[in-house]
């Protein structure tokens, strides 16, 4: 039977040599990406062709660019993606990583003209292929069908010492509105610790971000999005916030500009047992709307009795 057992190694091996590999339902151009990597492989088929083995080793991709092809704008890109110390198990499948560092990445969220966002369309969704009618025969009376092994029911287990993210950025553009609204952020990073598919496990987040430059956004507390049953206990501070960037929103639904306000945020959100508790805290400073915008939306609801409001 077949059995190999070494080394497979590649530096610089660039990604767009394989883009005939993405199917045509995906909705991406492949601009730009190598790949590095290093990695002792112990692998087996058996006689049903099964794979089974053991991995180890580092990988790394530099310089990855993507572009949706629907509207040809950047969609994700990063300098470097750095996976250190992985090892693992094809059957029952395991996977262990020391530390993910992801450096200069910038990510595009967009709402398009027709309200759809552009993640939603990455992919279309294939027509299914109809299956002629199968004829199934009835257990015998007192046979039961075969429990799944031991092997079938075991869980994945997968662990991430680390997860670091440094120079992140964010674009987001809603052009559904008579006027586009677009805002950045900057400087996204941190790090989350200890990620484990194990039930008893939480890691700890600090991540961090500031709103075109100015305004700061933390998240701090711990999770586990690995396990069969999410947990989330994070505290999201977001201060700062000036309201007049956000007059595209004010003019289309509300009829009037903004001069000036800042928004203040403190949210908290504890899921556990499918049960979701949340506090949030909102302040608004010296909000004051402006001029009056002509707008189709908001003739549907009342119009304000004055120019100017403040809370």
Avoid at 91 to 96: E, G, H, T, V, Y
């Amino acid at each position: 039977p077949f059995r190999f057992s070494g080394t497979v190694s590649c530096n610089r091996l660039p990604l767009t040599d394989f883009e005939d590999y993405i199917p045509d339902n995906v909705h991406l151009y492949l601009l730009g990406g190598s790949l590095d990597t290093s990695m002792k492989v112990d692998l087996a088929l058996d006689k049903d062709n099964k794979p089974s083995g053991s991995f180890s080793g580092n990988l790394g991709v530099r310089g990855f660019h993507t572009v949706d092809t629907v509207q040809e704008d950047d969609l994700l890109k990063w300098e470097s993606l750095q996976l250190d110390q992985i090892s693992g198990k094809l059957s029952p499948f395991s996977l262990a990583v020391h530390q993910i560092a992801l450096n200069g990445v910038y990510a595009r969220v967009a709402i398009r003209q027709d309200k759809t966002l552009n993640l939603q369309n990455l992919v279309s969704k294939s027509e299914p292929v109809p299956t002629p009618p199968t004829v199934t025969q009835a257990a015998p009376t007192g046979l039961q069908p075969p429990l799944p092994t031991a092997q079938a029911a075991q869980k994945a287990q997968i662990r991430i010492d680390a997860l670091t993210i440094q120079d992140g950025t964010m674009d987001f553009s809603d052009a559904h509105l008579p006027q586009r609204f677009r805002t950045t952020f900057y400087n996204l990073g941190g790090r989350v610790s200890g990620l484990s598919s194990d039930m008893n496990t939480r890691a700890e987040v600090d991540l961090r971000g500031n709103l075109e430059n100015h305004s700061p956004l933390q998240i701090t507390g711990s999770v586990n999005p690995l396990r069969d049953d999410l947990f989330v206990d994070l505290t999201i501070s977001f201060k700062d916030i000036d309201l007049v960037p956000a007059t595209p929103y004010s003019g289309t639904y509300l009829g009037y500009q903004i001069d000036k306000g800042k928004l203040f945020l403190d949210l908290k959100y504890h899921i556990e047992n499918k049960e979701l508790k949340a506090s949030n805290k909102v302040f608004v400073d010296q909000f004051t709307f402006g001029k009056s915008v002509e707008s189709k939306q908001d003739r549907k609801s009342t119009r304000l009795n004055s120019s100017h409001g403040y809370i």
